[in-house]
């Protein structure tokens, strides 16, 4: 994805490796094509474990950035 410049000329899809920097960071997400990521929450999720996973997100996303 040239139009991402951190997962530019990286070799894999981006999604891939937003993944893996997800998993990383302590969120466990599932890649689905090329340019998406598909979150897989438990049906009895609590708000402060979704706001946990939130702040996972946004926090990978700031490093990007």
Request: proline share 8%; no cysteine.
């Amino acid at each position: 994805a040239p139009d991402i410049p951190a997962f530019a000329n990286q070799g894999e899809a981006p999604s891939i490796q937003f993944v893996n920097r997800l998993h990383d960071a302590g969120l466990l997400t599932i890649p689905s094509g090329s340019a998406v990521i598909r979150l897989l929450p438990a049906l009895n999720l609590r708000r402060s474990e979704a706001e946990e996973g939130i702040k996972i997100i946004e926090s990978v996303v700031a490093k990007l950035a």
